[in-house]
């Protein structure tokens, strides 16, 4: 019954995860991109803070070592990872992007190898070679072959803007291995998110100063709190207590929902067209990840 009860709030994490995209194609055609990521993480980073008080009495002081290790996590988990989120919504489908994102541990897997020397065995390599197949299969739309003669049809400014923000995660991965010594999940991501909101309001302040508010409607505000409260804190505690309660690896398994919710959503809510190249290369790229993470 409790590990029942542990499913069905990480398939919850994983809708909430495939909302983002739809939440955040809203604000990023509404507001620029680091102005929105800078609106999620003062929401996000103020959950974070009031959760690490609650459940852990507040956050630890940290090292020189940890010092530098979280700001390298804001960096690149908060500040870049969402600067190309919100720079991708504004250019590409929100169906679309959310498939790129299912590349995630595959980019991670390969980073840790060339990066980290870590060995990959044969089912590993099998499994980021049938990802990669179904993600050309996902970017080409279903016509590789057309695109070796034309590779800007295929690529367009969106696809490489996720691409970034698929390294950049895979960098906030890595690093978050070292800064969590010593931390716990929630005092990591609490700091990541300081810094990150750190780097992204310097960023943004001179856009934030000329704004003009009034124009900003509901609908882009409610995706704010989304973003902020559900893509951002709310799911990452049920996440972790997933990690805690059946391990890391089980848990992994569950985010090759978050494309499928993502797709979903976006034609549910923007009226997005499901194409058939998405659905087989969003199967092969699935069907990779979890090789991968046997």
Known sequence: ???????????????????????????????????????????????LLAVAWKMEGGLPRLSAKQVGATAALGLTGIFLYNLCFFGALGSMPAGRAALFIALNPIVTALAAAVLLRERLHALKWAGIALAFVGAAIVITRGDPLAALHDLGQSLGKGELLMLCAISSWAAYTLVGRAALKGLSPIAATTYAALWGLLFLLIGAAPDLLRQDWSLIGWQVWTSIAYLGAFGTVLGFIWYYEGVKAIGASRTAVFNNLVPVFGISLAALLLGEQVLASMVAGGVLVAAGVTLTNR
Request: overall charge positive.
């Open 1 to 47: 019954m409790k590990n029942q009860l542990v499913y069905g709030k990480l398939v919850l994490v994983t809708l909430f995860w495939g909302g983002t995209f739809i939440a955040g194609r809203i604000v990023a055609h509404a507001l620029p991109p680091m102005t929105a990521a800078a609106l999620r993480f003062a929401l996000a980073a103020a959950l």
